[in-house]
Nanobody, 116 residues
Framework: QVQLVESGGGLVQPGGSLRLSCTASGSIFTIYYMGWYRQAPGKQRELVAIITSGNKSDYSDSVKGRFTISRDNAKNTVYLQMNSLKPEDTAVYYC??????????WGQGTQVTVSS
């Protein structure tokens, strides 16, 4: 099995920055994509950013120009650099991964709170 562990969440003031990390471990053979989702209280989980095995990335319109997703294939790690954070970015951020046999894995989530 594959386990995803996120880190880097916390409390930050509006306009500040955070860098989230997600490292996959376990029986990893192929990673087709890794991505970040978020879920705020009372709202649906939404895609934030995704990066494919071909290093193609895509972003939610709400974070374009502010967030950057990247990956380190050697470390099986995906990062989300979040700049110019806004209160509406407050959510639990989840890492996910599409691996072999169309298996999808989720991390436990890390809380990001943007507040003054």
């Amino acid at each position: 099995q594959v386990q995803l562990v996120e880190s880097g969440g916390g409390l930050v003031q509006p306009g500040g920055s955070l860098r989230l990390s997600c490292t996959a471990s376990g029986s990893i053979f192929t990673i087709y994509y890794m991505g970040w989702y978020r879920q705020a209280p009372g709202k649906q989980r939404e895609l934030v950013a995704i990066i494919t095995s071909g290093n193609k990335s895509d972003y939610s319109d709400s974070v374009k120009g502010r967030f950057t997703i990247s990956r380190d294939n050697a470390k099986n790690t995906v990062y989300l650099q979040m700049n110019s954070l806004k209160p509406e970015d407050t959510a639990v951020y989840y890492c996910n991964l599409l691996g072999s046999r169309a298996m999808i894995y989720w991390g436990q989530g890390t809380q990001v709170t943007v507040s003054s």
